[in-house]
């Protein structure tokens, strides 16, 4: 069985300052690796996803995250944060067989402060 | 429509009473999955449908639960007599599954309220 830990639930963060999201999975086969953002009262968004290839992955809107095999991770950063980019972020996986279901992480709340 | 659309919006019922929770898929999406969004659990997968397969429903966490999928298209979601414990926000996404990994997307789901 695969899992997600995101080990911050929240994290408060000024405005153009960095921040890193933390997500590590287990899972005893190959792994799809996504973030997904949901601001209030809406669904979730796509933010970006790994599926092979490079291990650093890049969104539109300045975010990137690098898949680590070795220490089984998927952090999310971006160099200089928004007002808008406050919302919660979801870390999830599915597995490279079987299953397509989403296995989700317990989500960050990103808050940006002026 | 462009996006996963997903009715009501919000529904308030009384214990005991039965609800349906409707998704319409993005059109040419495949795929179908239900997941319940709720404070105490997170994020939970319920129920997937693939074309013509029997459905996936390893999720369902009792035999209140229930979902159907007409034509390959629209989904309907059934909790019968429903406890307090069904209230969370009801997520539909819908993807492409011609292709490993293609990714999810989501509806703004129904907040589900149980008086």
């Known amino acids: 069985a695969q899992s997600v830990t995101q080990l911050d639930s929240q994290v408060p963060v000024f405005e153009e300052a960095p921040v890193e999201l933390r997500c590590n999975y287990s899972s005893s086969v190959s792994v799809y690796l996504f973030w997904y953002v949901q601001y209030p009262n809406q669904g979730l968004q796509l933010l970006l996803k790994?599926?092979?290839?490079?291990?650093l992955v890049e969104s539109i809107n300045g975010f990137e995250a690098e898949f680590n095999k070795s220490q089984t991770s998927f952090h999310l950063r971006k160099p200089s944060v928004h007002i808008s980019d406050t919302a919660e972020y979801f870390c999830?996986?599915?597995?490279?067989?079987?299953?397509?279901?989403?296995?989700f992480g317990s989500g960050t709340r990103l808050q940006v402060q002026p | 429509g462009a996006g996963v659309s997903q009715s009501p919006s919000n529904k308030v019922t009384e214990k005991g009473k039965d609800v349906e929770l409707r998704c319409d898929p993005i059109s040419g999406h495949t795929a179908l999955y239900w997941y319940r969004q709720s404070l105490g659990q997170g994020l939970e997968f319920l129920i997937y449908f693939q074309g013509n397969s029997a459905p996936d429903k390893s999720g369902l966490p009792s035999d209140r639960f229930s979902a159907e999928r007409t034509g390959g298209s629209v989904s309907t979601l059934t909790i019968q007599r429903t406890q307090q414990e069904d209230s969370a926000v009801y997520l539909c996404a819908s993807s492409l599954v011609s292709q490993v990994g293609q990714p999810q997307h989501f509806g703004d789901g129904t907040r589900l309220s149980i008086l």
């Open positions: 999830a996986v599915s597995e490279g067989t079987g299953r397509r279901a989403l296995t």
């Open positions: 790994y599926l092979s290839g490079s291990t």
